[in-house]
């Protein structure tokens, strides 16, 4: 399946309106077009979704197993087109392999065969920009390079004394955008808002579209496009926990991988959205209730009153399974500090306190053995998953949930909690851990 991987040296360069852009300008081209997402992000698959009207997944060399990695690579059946974003810098990892790799960006380029394009900040420099791309280019040799896409050139001197340099290095420079302050996302303490939030995500993916179309070569990025076979006998992706979920989904919960959810609907589960926000109960006759990642301590006010979410999710707890990711942990937990120092109940279901009073951020990687059973899957199971947060844990009484690890093995005091039928845990699961 024919690709690019949208990559930059570094965050904040730009390659996420470069991609939102491509993405849409390519689909109103009347390409069908495939997204993806290197690495353990779950905020950007939303936008990317957005631009071009199709799912998008991630692929991740470190969390993810040959297996997973060939049934997330099989969801581009049927696209003309596959432009996947990458993570952080191009080559950004970390320093111990995990299930396939140590999960960087050029990992996902040369696994899939598509080639890299390099978004460059050219700010501040010229010539010298070329140095930075050729570095790029030549540290792994058999990485496949489309070229590159110069960022916030400031005027038609600085383009010609950039272009110069690449021409120098044997660089392709498929497009030059120039300055504009207006064109950056939103973005809080987990990166960019999330798309539902935007007030008008449209009209600017919408202008991000048009600006590409007129600085950059489309043709050139088409005929740029490679990649190796996609996989004639897919695996599976992960199968649900249980066939009734009542998931909540609202402006408070919304961070699940798509894999998972995609999984779950292809296995025939049922999945049963309900709004806390809203004060909605989860459905009274779903087998598991599960509350995703997302930003309770901005909402922990309303939170605390949704009585009704409340009694549902506490009459469900006392006969059927209820889990938590990170922000739904949090929920399930006694109490949530806001920033400003304001205690807030949560649903007591756990004995967890938490805080944003003194924010910590706590990100990376997490291998979690679990030590009881988590819905659907059995204790001794290894686990992989994502932690990225800036709560602080000030009581977490119960047992453990997992003997959980950082990416090169270091134990980490988020083990998730356990009490009863409920379980919670700070990582966002990605996938169980494929055996050889």
Aim: proline fraction near 8%; include cysteine; charged fraction near 20%.
């Amino acid at each position: 399946m024919k690709g690019l991987l949208i990559s930059a040296p570094s965050s904040g360069t730009g390659k996420t309106t470069v991609m939102l852009g491509l993405l849409r300008a390519l689909a109103e081209d009347g390409l069908t077009v495939q997204p993806f997402k290197s690495g353990p992000d779950y905020i950007d698959p939303a936008f990317h979704h957005a631009a071009c009207g199709r799912h998008s997944f991630n692929l991740d060399g470190w969390a993810m197993g040959p297996n997973l990695w060939q049934a997330i690579s099989a969801r581009a059946q049927g696209a003309d087109i596959c432009v996947a974003e990458g993570s952080m810098g191009l080559f950004d990892g970390v320093a111990t392999r995990g299930q396939q790799g140590f999960g960087s960006s050029a990992e996902t380029a040369q696994a899939m065969g598509w080639p890299v394009v390099l978004v460059l900040d050219v700010s501040g420099q010229a010539q010298s920009a070329a140095a930075t791309a050729l570095g790029f280019r030549t540290y792994l040799p058999d990485l496949p390079f489309a070229g590159v896409i110069l960022n916030r050139v400031a005027s038609p001197r600085h383009e010609r004394l950039t272009r110069l340099g690449m021409e120098r290095a044997g660089l392709p420079v498929l497009g030059v955008l120039p300055r504009r302050g207006d064109l950056t996302l939103p973005e809080r303490h987990l990166g960019l808002i999330q798309a539902v939030e935007h007030p008008d995500l449209d009209a600017a993916i919408v202008d991000y579209a048009t600006f590409l179309r007129e600085h950059v070569d489309l043709d050139a990025l088409r005929a740029a496009a490679a990649g190796k076979p996609l996989p004639e006998a897919p695996a599976t992706l992960p199968k649900p926990p249980a066939q009734r979920i009542a998931i909540a989904r609202d402006a408070a919960f919304s961070f699940t991988y798509p894999h998972l959810l995609e999984g779950w609907h292809e296995a025939g589960a049922e999945i049963l959205p309900f709004s806390p926000l809203a004060d909605e109960p989860p459905a009274r006759d779903a087998e598991l209730v599960w509350l995703p990642g997302g930003y309770p301590e901005l909402h922990a006010g309303r939170l605390a009153a949704a009585e009704t979410f409340r009694a549902g999710v506490r009459r469900h707890a006392e006969t059927r399974p209820v889990h938590g990711e990170c922000g739904g942990y949090m929920a399930l937990g006694k109490a949530l500090i806001d920033k400003t120092g304001t205690r807030h109940r949560m649903l007591g279901l756990l004995g967890l306190v938490t805080s944003y009073e003194k924010r910590k951020f706590h990100m990376g990687y997490r291998r979690a053995v679990l030590q009881a059973p988590m819905p659907g899957l059995a204790p001794g199971t290894a686990l992989r998953g994502h932690e990225f947060h800036y709560s602080t844990i000030l009581e977490q009484p119960d047992a453990p949930l997992a003997e959980v690890r950082d990416a090169d093995g270091n134990p980490v005091p988020e083990t998730g909690s356990r009490r009863g039928y409920v379980s919670g845990t700070f990582f966002h699961l990605i996938t169980q851990e494929e055996t050889a």
